[in-house]
């Protein structure tokens, strides 16, 4: 069965500083991927998504992520990190069943951004 | 979110009592989903529907039940509500089953079940 796994429940880093945010998946196929970001009570926003092109991928505000087979993972990065990026982050993977694709959710991880 | 809206945004409710929650689109999408949220868990399927009338469990659905009857309505109910079910819940809509695309996820309700 499909899932993932964010390793870190939260990440601190300074301003200024690089963003890791960790996601393992597992899937018998090559999978469709997803990161979504949620503000401090707001809906959620797509960051960037993969689905077997390039494996790195690259999103909105200036995030990537980078589709690794090998290590069945797909990390989300920042090289600079800023204060507007305080938020939920959540790893997302397509799953299939009963022949209809819906998403699982990694259980998310919370980045905080001191000044 | 723009072509996507919950109704009620905020909803506290009595434990026993029937609740109702309502998910309009207006881009005419075919595929339509209700998540809750919950800290710890992030968001967990509960029904989804490929079409009018067709319409699928998810990961979380006991308690719930859904209903579709025209393509920009989905309407997620409570039979009888309980405190375990005070979440935040999310509609998402699709036109391709999400595999390519991902959800356009609307604003959110919070139910609270007293």
């Known amino acids: 069965a499909q899932s993932v796994t964010q390793l870190d429940s939260h990440v601190s880093v300074s301003e200024g500083t690089p963003v890791l945010l960790r996601c393992n998946y597992s899937?018998?196929?090559?999978?469709?991927l997803f990161w979504y970001v949620q503000h401090p009570n707001k809906g959620l926003q797509l960051l960037l998504k993969y689905t077997s092109a390039a494996t790195l991928v690259k999103g909105i505000n200036g995030f990537e992520a980078e589709f690794k087979k090998s290590e069945t993972s797909f990390h989300l990065t920042k090289p600079s990190a800023h204060m507007s990026d305080a938020a939920e982050y959540f790893c997302?993977?397509?799953?299939?069943?009963?022949?209809?694709?819906?998403?699982?959710f990694g259980k998310g991880t919370m980045l905080l951004v001191s000044p | 979110d723009a072509g996507i809206t919950q109704s009620p945004r905020h909803k506290v409710t009595e434990t026993g009592t029937p609740v109702t929650l309502r998910c309009h689109q207006t881009?005419?999408?075919?595929?339509m989903y209700w998540y809750r949220q919950d800290p710890g868990h992030g968001l967990r399927l509960i029904h989804y529907?490929?079409?009018?009338?067709?319409?699928d469990k998810g990961e979380v659905s006991d308690g719930y039940s859904v209903s579709r009857s025209k393509t920009e309505d989905f309407l997620l109910t409570l039979e009888s509500a309980t405190s375990s079910q005070t979440s935040v819940y999310f509609c998402a809509i699709s036109d391709q089953g999400g595999v390519h695309y991902g959800y356009t996820f609307g604003s959110g309700t919070r139910l609270t079940v007293v």
């Open positions: 529907s490929y079409g009018v009338k067709d319409t």
């Open positions: 997302v993977v397509s799953v299939t069943n009963s022949g209809y694709s819906t998403l699982t």
């Open positions: 881009e005419n999408h075919r595929y």
């Open positions: 899937s018998s196929y090559s999978p469709s």
